[in-house]
């Protein structure tokens, strides 16, 4: 009798989870919608689950290692369409906008970086988007977007993105 009635309470649990689990994606999603320029040509990729946060400035190793390889493939592909700089050409347009949104995360992770990144209390969900969508000059671009989420999955306290090459 005592197992059916945990099974049941684990059941009733896993499905209450589910429910908070989509409505903070979903909470993540109208977020970007906001956010993005032409709302109408955003492509979700892909969204993650809702994953423990503490705090806006801590992140698993995992997810800085990510974050960095991410940084060097957007530097590499600028480098790589620059000439190493010596041909950038303000003209084009995608490179310009890409190192926009560049300069933005790396301020973005260097603050990060100089808080000490050191595990807080726990402070909310955070939930990672990734994107295609067109910027306010018509450039087609891929990003990812962080999203922090307060302890209930009631609102976005703060978010930030990462462009994608």
């Known amino acids: 009798m005592k197992k059916v009635i945990m099974l049941m309470a684990a059941a009733a649990l896993l499905v209450s989870c589910g429910k908070s689990s989509e409505k903070m994606k979903q909470l993540a999603k109208e977020n970007l919608e906001l956010s993005v320029d032409y709302p109408k040509q955003l492509q979700v990729m892909a969204v993650s689950e809702p994953d423990s946060a503490f ?17 060097k493939v957007v530097t590499d592909t600028i480098m790589r369409r620059t000439g190493n700089m010596s041909r950038f050409n303000p003209a084009d ?23 000490g990144g050191r595990k807080g209390e726990f402070s909310g969900w955070k939930v990672k988007i990734d994107y ?34």
Request: net charge neutral; hydrophobic share 40%; with cysteine.
């Open 55 to 71: 705090g806006t400035g801590y992140f698993n190793q995992n997810e800085v290692m990510g974050m960095m390889q991410t940084m």
């Open 93 to 115: 347009h995608y490179v310009v906008s890409l190192a926009e949104r560049q300069m933005r995360s790396m301020a973005e992770l260097r603050a990060l970086i100089a808080a």
């Open 132 to 165: 295609q969508c067109v910027d306010a000059n018509g450039i087609p671009y891929k990003a990812e977007r962080w999203c922090f989420i307060d302890k209930e999955g009631k609102q976005v306290y703060k978010s930030f993105e990462l462009p994608i090459p």
